[in-house]
Every structure is written in C-alpha cells, then in structure tokens.
Nanobody
Framework: QVQLAESGGGLVQPGGSLRLSCAAS????????MGWYRQAPGKERELVGF???????TYADSVKGRFTISRDNGKNTVYLQMKGLKPEDTAVYYC??????????WGQGTQVTVSS
C-alpha cells in the first residue's frame, strides 16, 4: 500500500520560511519522480515543482528562486524548502509520486498559511 505523509505546514509571517516534508512508503522511492502541488481556497490544484530520480528539478514560475525541492532516498523523503513566503502562497500543499505508468499517488496535504 502506497502512503505519502506530508508534514511541516503551519502559520508563518510574510517573508518567513518553512520546510515541508513528505515521507513515502510502499514504493521504490528512488525511482519515482516526486512532486509538490498546492491548492488555494476556490482555486484549482497547481504544480509547485518536482524532482526526478536523477535529482533534476523543475519549478513553477511563481516560486522560482524562493522554493527548493530536494530528496533523501535513504529516508524515502522529499522536501520543499520555502523562503520569502507571500500571502499568495497560502494553500494546502500536497506531495505526489509518479513513475511511468504507476501513480500518481497523493498525500493528504498540509496547510500553509502566510499571514501577519
């Protein structure tokens, strides 16, 4: 059974930082492309970025230069380091795993609120 568990969300002031984690089980983690998505109230879920098995990364224009995705294959965990947070980054953040025809698998999400 595939499970993805996000953690690290919370309330942060504008300009602050947070690091989200997503721990995976039930998959051969190292071969999967791991992604981060977010969904703000009243909006569709959107891609934040992803990291491939070879550690290549891609980011949405809205987060480039502020967010960094990394992975630790020994811990079956992918991270989303967020800096320079803005109120418009407020959303539920979801972890995603995919590999060829398998998945995508989703976590339950973690809330990030950027507010003063």
């Amino acid at each position: 059974q595939v499970q993805l568990a996000e953690s690290g969300g919370g309330l942060v002031q504008p300009g602050g930082s947070l690091r989200l984690s997503c721990a995976a089980s039930g998959i051969i983690f190292s071969i999967y492309t791991m992604g981060w998505y977010r969904q703000a109230p009243g909006k569709e879920r959107e891609l934040v970025g992803f990291i491939t098995s070879s550690r290549d990364t891609t980011y949405a224009d809205s987060v480039k230069g502020r967010f960094t995705i990394s992975r630790d294959n020994g811990k079956n965990t992918v991270y989303l380091q967020m800096k320079g947070l803005k109120p418009e980054d407020t959303a539920v953040y979801y972890c995603n795993a995919r590999f060829l025809g398998r998945g995508p698998y989703w976590g339950q999400g973690t809330q990030v609120t950027v507010s003063s």
